[in-house]
């Protein structure tokens, strides 16, 4: 079986358990979203990232993949789960968190990040149904003028959860990407020295 495939896990009769701290993507719009938070929980750490609806399918046998410039290092230790009840999923202790831009959601300037959080994100051309709030135990917003796109929010939230914990000394330093993949401090990752060659 090709590696790539075995990170994945397809559908309802699949019995995948929930590892938090971890993202869940409710009804995402293209393969891309997917892709872009894939990498992201990847830099940061995170070891799954589930998704819901039926817009996305990324099925295996379909030969349907993340899109190629999405695939970068380090995607393959994150697994990806397609299942549309995610919240069922997780074992006892976990946190879901709703980062929605909601009346009365918690600034993420302010926010204590749960260990076990599930962080839930609407769709790029959405948001969180109501229905699925009931779920979810905290609401965080994140203050800007805007909205912001949905990489660029999971980005935020996984940046400012990685930089609290280094506040309260959980991690020793901050992890350059040289340093985790034995290249030295600074210098620049090989895939991107491959693209600026071209
Ligand atoms: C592009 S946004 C959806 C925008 C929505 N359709 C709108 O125009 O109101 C995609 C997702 O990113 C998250 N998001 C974007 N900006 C946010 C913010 N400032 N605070 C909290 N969540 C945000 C939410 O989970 C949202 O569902």
């Known amino acids: 079986m090709d590696a790539e495939i075995e990170s994945a896990t397809w559908g309802r009769n699949a019995p995948p358990v929930g ?19 894939v990498r992201l929980a990847s830099c940061y750490g995170l070891s799954q990232v589930w998704f819901t609806g039926d817009r996305v399918t990324l099925d295996p046998a379909r ?19 397609h299942h549309d009840r995610p919240f069922d999923r997780f074992p006892a202790g976990t ?10 959601a918690e600034p993420l ?22 229905a699925l709030h009931r779920h979810c135990h905290r609401f965080v917003v994140i203050p800007t003028r805007h909205c912001l796109n949905l ?6 939230v996984l ?3 990685e930089f609290k914990r280094w506040q309260r000394g959980e991690v020793e330093y901050p992890t350059t990407p040289g340093e985790y993949e034995g290249r030295g401090q600074a210098e620049a990752p090989a895939d991107l020295v491959s ?3 071209r």
């Open 19 to 37: 590892e938090p701290p971890a993202v869940a993507l409710i009804d995402p719009k293209y393969p891309a979203n997917v892709g872009m938070v």
């Open 159 to 161: 940046w400012d959860r």
């Open 63 to 81: 030969g349907e993949r993340l899109p190629r410039e999405e695939r970068m290092k380090g995607y393959k230790d994150v697994r990806m789960v």
């Open 195 to 197: 693209r600026t060659d």
């Open 151 to 156: 990489a660029t929010a999971v980005a935020t």
């Open 95 to 104: 946190v879901p968190v709703a980062v929605e831009v909601r009346a009365g």
């Open 109 to 130: 300037h302010t926010f204590d990040h749960p260990d076990r959080a599930l962080y839930v994100f609407g769709p790029e051309d959405g948001s969180i149904p109501a």
